[in-house]
C-alpha cells in the first residue's frame, strides 16, 4: 500500500483554535508552487493515490491512515523527518526518515522514541510539546521551558494533567513552576495544536491504496 499526503489550500481546525498557527512562515515560495502540480501529476502517473483533506494536514491524514492500518497489523512507515510524529509509533507504525546529504536513513520505532525523548511512552510527545512549544508551527508552549526541561517535567510526572493538578506540591523549581503557572493555558492549547489527528475524514479502506502497476507511457514522458 502507498499514499502521498499533501497539505490543503486555506486554514485548517488548527487556525480555528489559534488564528497564529504557522502565522510567522513566509509566503510559500512560487517555484514551488509551480511545481506542486506537476508533482501531483507524477505521482499520478505512478498511480499512487493522493491524500488531500479539506481543513485537515497531511499530518492528520497520515495519522487517520497510518493508526487504521496499524490496527490492522499492517506493518506501516510514515516517511518524515518531523519529531511530532512520535506519538504515532506503535507496534505496526514506524517514522521513515529518508536518506539525506550524508545521513543514511532511519527508521524510529517505539523504542527509539522512547530512548530520543528520554519518555515511557511515544504519546508523551503530545506533552512536551505541550510544554516547549514548536517554533516551525508557531505554537506557543511555555515560553522559557525548552526541550530539556520539557523532557524532564514530562518523564518525571507523566503527563501534563498530572503537572498542574499537582503543582503546588511538586519539587519544581521556583522559577520554572513561575513560568509553568503563567503560561498554562499555552501549555493545554499547545498540545491541543501538536496533536496529530487519527480521525481525518479520509477514505480508510486500505486496498484502495493498493500498489498499481505504473503508467510507463506518462511517466515517460513527464521525465522526457
Known amino acids: 500500500h502507498i499514499g502521498v499526503a499533501f497539505d490543503p489550500a486555506g486554514p485548517t481546525f488548527r487556525h480555528e483554535a489559534y ?10 515560495p512560487e517555484a514551488i508552487r509551480l511545481s506542486v502540480p506537476i508533482i501531483k501529476d507524477i505521482i499520478r502517473a505512478y498511480r499512487i493515490p493522493i491524500l ?25 512507515y510514515m516517511m518524515t523527518p518531523d519529531k511530532d510524529y512520535g506519538q504515532l509509533v506503535s507496534e505496526n507504525v514506524f517514522m521513515y526518515r529518508p536518506k539525506y546529504g550524508d545521513k543514511e536513513f532511519e527508521v524510529t520505532g517505539i523504542q527509539q522514541v522512547k530512548e530520543k525523548f528520554k519518555i515511557t511512552s511515544p504519546t508523551q510527545v503530545i506533552d512536551m510539546l505541550g510544554l516547549m512549544g514548536d ?40 522559577g520554572v513552576k513561575a513560568k509553568l503557572v503563567a503560561d498554562k493555558d499555552n501549555a493545554f492549547l ?27 507511457q506518462n511517466l515517460a514522458r513527464f521525465m522526457t
Open 190 to 216: 499547545s498540545r491541543e495544536l501538536g496533536t496529530i489527528c487519527k480521525t481525518a475524514p479520509i477514505n480508510e479502506n486500505l486496498s484502495d491504496y493498493k500498489y498499481k502497476p505504473q503508467d510507463t
Open 19 to 28: 488564528e497564529q498557527y504557522k502565522a510567522q512562515r513566509e509566503e510559500t
Open 52 to 76: 488531500e483533506v479539506a481543513g485537515y494536514e497531511a499530518d492528520d491524514v497520515i495519522g487517520t491512515l497510518a493508526t487504521e492500518a496499524g490496527k490492522q497489523g499492517i506493518t506501516t
Open 135 to 174: 517554533s516551525s508551527d508557531n505554537i506557543p508552549g511555555c515560553p522559557g521551558v525548552g526541550e530539556k526541561t520539557a523532557t524532564e517535567l514530562i518523564k518525571t510526572y507523566g503527563n501534563i494533567d498530572y503537572i498542574y493538578e499537582n503543582l503546588d506540591a511538586l519539587d519544581i523549581k521556583a
